[in-house]
């Protein structure tokens, strides 16, 4: 469920899942252009989104997930 921000996909926040990004590039022992190369953007830009000081839509977050090896499932479902 995407807020009016577009700040949260589901249950998991913009931040939380840049968290999980960067930490799984460190895992992966790849560096931040190595990374955005995988991804499809410019170093500068992963360096930014990974300070904070860029927000990325959401398809960028996606394309940085798979480049750092995570998987990405979106989930659909019926309102309780």
Sequence with gaps: KQNRQGDRLGMITKKQALK???KARERAG????QAAEKAGIS????HYIEAGTNQPHWDTIISM???VGLDVQL??????
């Design 20 to 22: 999980k990004i960067t």
């Design 30 to 33: 790849l560096s931040q252009r």
């Design 43 to 46: 170093q500068p830009a992963w």
């Design 65 to 67: 997930a798979l480049a």
């Design 75 to 80: 989930e659909f479902t019926e309102p309780s």
